[in-house]
């Protein structure tokens, strides 16, 4: 059965890149962070390939990167282990999430969608972005 229009609801999604060196701009998309406020979701699904980064020929250590990446599905848990931004409302942390850097590890530009199930989205996105 194909859903109604009613059963679709707004989402927001964003890019997870790591830019081993933001002066040339190049960066390796490394996961995907989706909020949708009907639904009450917030989460993101990571894969970090750390031969990809090697590639760039960079001195940055996988490890400090994947913590750092890994820190981003803490804040999108929420919770007392997230810090004091995991304890702002589910917006707030995609806002902040998203928030504009010029540092190693950003986010794209903030993309809207309408789905039916957002795991679902957010399985599909990482897939067709990241992997």
């Known amino acids: 059965m194909k859903p109604n ?7 927001e999604y964003a890019v997870i890149r790591v830019v081993p060196r933001v002066e040339r701009e190049e960066f390796i998309n490394v ?4 909020y949708c406020a009907k639904r009450k ?3 993101c699904m990571i894969a970090f390939d750390e031969g990809r980064l090697a ?10 990167i994947r913590q750092n990446i890994e820190s981003i599905g803490l804040i ?3 919770g007392k282990a997230s810090g004091p931004i995991g304890q702002l ?3 707030s942390r995609f806002r902040w999430l998203t928030a504009t850097r010029s540092t190693v590890i950003q986010s794209s ?4 969608g309408f789905c039916v199930d957002p795991e679902e989205t957010l399985v599909r996105l ?5 992997l």
Do not use: S, W
């Open 5 to 11: 229009m009613q059963d679709r609801q707004l989402f």
């Open 31 to 34: 996961g995907v962070i989706l």
């Open 41 to 43: 979701f917030l989460k």
């Open 55 to 64: 590639a760039f020929g960079t001195k940055l250590d996988p490890e400090e």
């Open 76 to 78: 999108c848990n929420g």
């Open 89 to 91: 409302d589910l917006p």
């Open 109 to 112: 530009k903030v993309h809207p």
């Open 126 to 130: 990482c897939n067709e972005f990241v």
